[in-house]
């Protein structure tokens, strides 16, 4: 430990150990997932879609896009046959990426570094056409870096294509083909209105294989990014439609023919797992990429996780606030760390992850009200949403927020690393965790849980709770046998 850290009380512990990866490549590898496009975030508004009218897209009614009498149980030719001329194959054309030795290496020192003769970058991925003049969605990773882009029809025509806008947080990219006309377009559903189970269609270039048609159903829905892009507001649709990479930001149907997805990612590990971003929370940044070439999100400034319950414990709604930041929305609105918001103008929060989706949707500047519960008590707040901020801001934001309460919550989020099962007198631990704050404060299995920075803990949320009280002090007491033993880490 450094000499800014104190340890004292009756236990003795280890250095915490903390591994954060923060390559993308080195996320995907460790996860075992890929992005399946060979081209290749804080509470953040999204702006609503445009009216059926305004032809950025063609809305779903509901009712098959095949016209006569269509049976998905006898064969889904009739269906492919319609929507697969909507399908697209994009090749993006670039210079070459830097190698692993240079991971982690300032990009503005690259035209200063010999890294050797650098070959041309080509990548293959799909996409699928909103306008008859060739306005495409694919992925954001699919024309990431690319100088060129070509766009190949069904029918073999070729396009050149320049980016209109792209969203790393979504995953979703626009492009416009340079004088297309007259394009058949795809009509885009409802992801919302999809259940576990639903049949889906996927079509795409897998492997270059274009015009690749598979089925499936929908696996689960809203299982987050995954960790496959940083602060991302992705809410993963799986399915077992068997897709590969080149199939990146090809649609995912219903079997009405409309587009309810756009897929994304293939899992590395177990064999037949696919995920796509969710046609309507494609729908929402469109307009703005179309637009203004980026989408502006809303940003409160906290943050948070969420906890599973406690063995014989209810999970509780809601999303906990782990720390918030001096000087943004939340902290002016009187947020708290250790609050936890459980509705946003009358709408539940079962989660973090929700809470962080509904303030995405909120557009800078607007007011939002607050049902929060703070300890035992209701509260009800406003808070101004403010707007999210770009990378570089966000990272002084943080090194300004851990210069001033410490280091003992690297990530924002406080745990203490043990796994416990609540019981009369407190929580009894389970097992403790390697290189977890738990066990550089000595605590062991068997010991009963009794407080944290003074509070009484009987639940994973009052632990939660009470250690966002003070992000750079931990105190804990515990029962072990007939003896109360106590230990503290002080990091400023």
């Known amino acids: 430990?450094?000499?800014?850290?104190?340890?004292?009380?009756?236990?003795?512990?280890?250095?915490?150990?903390?591994?954060?990866?923060?390559?993308?490549?080195?996320?995907?590898?460790?996860?075992?997932?890929?992005?399946?496009?060979?081209?290749?975030?804080?509470?953040?508004?999204?702006?609503?879609?445009?009216?059926?009218?305004?032809?950025?897209?063609?809305?779903?009614?509901?009712?098959?896009?095949?016209?006569?009498?269509?049976?998905?149980?006898?064969?889904?030719?009739?269906?492919i046959k319609e929507i697969g001329p909507t399908v697209v194959n994009v090749r993006s054309h670039g210079k070459a990426r830097p190698s692993a030795q240079l991971q982690g290496v300032d990009p503005r020192m690259f035209p200063f570094l010999d890294m050797g003769p650098q070959e041309p970058r080509?990548?293959?991925?799909?996409?699928?056409?909103?306008?008859?003049?060739?306005?495409?969605?694919?992925?954001?990773?699919?024309?990431?870096g690319a100088d060129r882009l070509e766009v190949k029809l069904h029918d073999g025509r070729m396009y050149n294509a320049k980016v209109l806008g792209s969203d790393p947080l979504t995953d979703i990219a626009l492009i416009q083909l340079e004088g297309a006309k007259g394009l058949k377009t795809a009509t885009l559903g409802a992801s919302a209105t999809m259940s576990v189970g639903d049949w889906v269609l996927a079509i795409g270039s897998p492997m270059g294989l274009e015009q690749t048609a598979t089925t499936g159903i929908v696996s689960a829905k809203g299982r987050g990014s995954l960790g496959l892009y940083a602060n991302s507001y992705i809410e993963f649709l799986q399915t077992d439609a068997s897709i590969a990479p080149g199939s990146s930001g090809g649609p995912l149907f219903n079997m009405n023919g409309e587009v309810i997805g756009i897929n994304t990612a293939v899992g590395g590990i177990g064999r037949g797992l696919g995920f796509a971003v969710p046609i309507d929370q494609a729908k929402a940044v469109i307009p703005q990429l179309k637009n203004g070439g980026k989408v502006v999100r809303g940003w409160l400034g906290i943050s948070g996780q969420?906890?599973?319950?406690?063995?014989?414990?209810?999970?509780?709604?809601?999303?906990?606030?782990?720390?918030?930041?001096?000087?943004?929305?939340?902290?002016?609105?009187g947020?708290?760390?250790?609050?936890?918001?459980?509705?946003?103008?009358?709408?539940?929060?079962?989660?973090?992850?929700?809470l962080r989706g509904r303030i995405a949707e909120q557009k800078p500047?607007?007011?939002?009200?607050?049902?929060?519960?703070?300890?035992?008590?209701?509260?009800?707040?406003?808070?101004?949403?403010?707007?999210?901020?770009?990378?570089?801001?966000?990272?002084?934001?943080?090194?300004?927020?851990?210069?001033?309460?410490?280091?003992?919550?690297?990530?924002?989020?406080?745990?203490?690393?043990?796994?416990?099962?609540?019981?009369?007198?407190?929580?009894?631990?389970?097992?403790?965790?390697?290189?977890?704050?738990?066990?550089?404060?000595?605590?062991?299995?068997?010991?009963?849980?009794?407080?944290?920075?003074?509070?009484?803990?009987?639940?994973?949320?009052?632990?939660?709770?009470?250690?966002?009280?003070?992000?750079?002090?931990?105190?804990?007491?515990?029962?072990?046998?007939?003896?109360?033993?106590?230990a503290v880490i002080v990091r400023r």
């Open 1 to 79: 430990m450094g000499s800014a850290d104190r340890v004292v009380g009756h236990m003795t512990g280890n250095t915490i150990r903390i591994q954060r990866l923060r390559s993308p490549h080195a996320l995907l590898a460790f996860l075992g997932f890929s992005v399946i496009g060979s081209g290749a975030a804080a509470l953040g508004y999204i702006g609503q879609a445009e009216a059926a009218d305004g032809a950025l897209w063609r809305e779903g009614a509901g009712t098959p896009v095949v016209a006569g009498d269509f049976d998905p149980r006898r064969s889904l030719a009739p269906l």
């Open 122 to 144: 080509e990548g293959i991925g799909s996409g699928v056409v909103l306008s008859s003049d060739g306005l495409v969605v694919t992925n954001h990773h699919v024309v990431d």
């Open 306 to 333: 969420d906890f599973e319950p406690a063995v014989g414990r209810d999970p509780e709604t809601g999303a906990v606030i782990g720390a918030v930041v001096p000087g943004t929305p939340a902290a002016k609105a």
């Open 335 to 354: 947020l708290e760390a250790g609050d936890r918001i459980v509705a946003i103008d009358g709408h539940d929060i079962v989660g973090f992850g929700d």
């Open 365 to 486: 500047g607007s007011v939002v009200n607050l049902r929060v519960q703070r300890k035992d008590r209701p509260v009800d707040l406003k808070a101004t949403v403010g707007k999210l901020p770009d990378d570089d801001e966000l990272r002084r934001i943080s090194q300004r927020g851990a210069a001033g309460g410490g280091q003992l919550f690297p990530d924002g989020k406080p745990r203490l690393g043990v796994d416990v099962e609540p019981g009369a007198d407190g929580l009894q631990v389970r097992g403790v965790r390697p290189g977890s704050l738990a066990e550089e404060l000595g605590v062991r299995p068997g010991d009963r849980l009794q407080s944290i920075n003074g509070e009484a803990v009987k639940s994973a949320a009052d632990v939660a709770r009470a250690l966002a009280r003070d992000p750079g002090r931990v105190e804990v007491k515990v029962q072990r046998g007939n003896a109360t033993h106590s």
